[in-house]
């Protein structure tokens, strides 16, 4: 495993449980979305406050990259999305996220609003532009 992925790893880790410590009832401040091989769990994830954050971890066995329309560049509070994002014509993609456990987080903190996305599966990492499947999530974001 690269040094990144251990990161990233620890990081889905430690928003896991900081959701585990707060109300069941809401909205919390990070959440971790579990990509499967035909599906993301949960569909929305919903999020709130200035430093919310969305991890996607994949576990299914494809190459995940997650998509959002270009107009979400606006809805960052952050300028760059890179190294994770990046804005490709019509859209915003992330990096390839291998399967067997590797994870994608948001660059920054997202305004309120809500956001749909797609997740594109590809058996290898040469089809991204060719995806096998793809899977739409959003995420919700309140203040």
């Not at 979305?33 to 919310?52: H, L, R, T």
């Not at 797609?118 to 089809?127: C, H, Y």
Request: with cysteine; glycine share 6%; proline share 7%.
């Amino acid at each position: 495993m690269r040094l990144s992925q251990i990161g990233l790893s620890l990081l889905a880790i430690q928003l896991a449980c900081l959701g585990c410590a707060s109300t069941p009832s809401g909205p919390r401040s990070h959440a971790v979305v579990q990509i499967n091989n035909m599906n993301v769990a949960p569909n929305v994830a919903k999020v709130s406050g200035p430093k919310n954050s969305v991890v996607w971890n994949n576990w299914s066995s494809s190459v995940a990259t997650v998509n959002f329309p270009a107009s979400i560049a606006s809805a960052f509070v952050c300028d760059e999305l890179r190294p994770l994002f990046v804005l490709n014509g019509d859209r915003v993609e992330s990096a390839q996220a291998l399967g067997d456990n590797e994870s994608l987080s948001t660059p920054c903190a997202l305004k309120p609003g809500t956001y749909t996305y797609e997740v594109w599966l590809s058996p290898s990492r040469m089809g991204r532009e060719n995806p096998q499947l793809k899977v739409k999530g959003q995420i919700q974001v309140t203040d």
